[in-house]
Every structure is written in C-alpha cells, then in structure tokens.
C-alpha cells in the first residue's frame, strides 16, 4: 500500500499481478521485481540492446537535458540557432 498523507486522502492499493483466484486473506504479498528496460541511446535513438551484445555507449549526464543534448548532436549537425530572438508574448 502507499500512503503519502500530503497528496493522497486515503491510500492507494497496487493490484497488479495479482492472483485473482486467492482471496484477499489468502493471497500471497507482491515481491519487489525490478523492472530494467535494456534501452540504450544508439545513434541517437533508443535502441534494445539483448544480453551479452557488446555496444559503444556514452553515459548521459541525468542532471542536465540528455535527450535534448541527443537531439542536437544527431539531429540537428550543421544546423543553426535562429539570431532573433522569438518572441512568443509571454513574460
């Protein structure tokens, strides 16, 4: 169960995976699985990457904008940033 008294008014309960042929006394606790997506940045998509295969792979600074940073460096080579600046009204 989560309960997180500033944002929720009652708790939540997580149903997935569950055995629905055990009752609610009965059924055995949820095991903590964790869930690793073997996705890699290649060429600047995310690619699969199967167990054993070996990739060049350039850690991603998670502090600052990784994908945008992926964005500029395949997508966008050789092109320019606009000299204006756009003014979109807000302020």
């Known amino acids: 169960m989560l309960y997180d008294s500033e944002a929720l008014a009652e708790p939540v309960r997580i149903l997935w995976h569950r055995n629905y042929q055990q009752g609610w006394g009965s059924a055995d606790r ?3 699985a964790e869930c690793t ?3 890699y940045m290649i060429d600047g998509f995310a690619t699969q ?3 054993g295969e070996k990739i060049e792979y350039t850690v991603p600074d998670m ?3 990784p ?3 992926a964005w500029e ?3 966008e080579k050789n092109m320019e940033r ?3 600046v ?3 009204g807000f302020k």
């Open 82 to 84: 606009p000299k204006e």
């Open 73 to 75: 460096e395949y997508f």
């Open 49 to 51: 990457a199967a167990p």
């Open 63 to 65: 502090s600052g904008r």
């Open 37 to 39: 997506r073997p996705l």
């Open 30 to 32: 949820l095991g903590w």
């Open 86 to 88: 756009l003014d979109l």
């Open 67 to 69: 994908w945008t940073r």
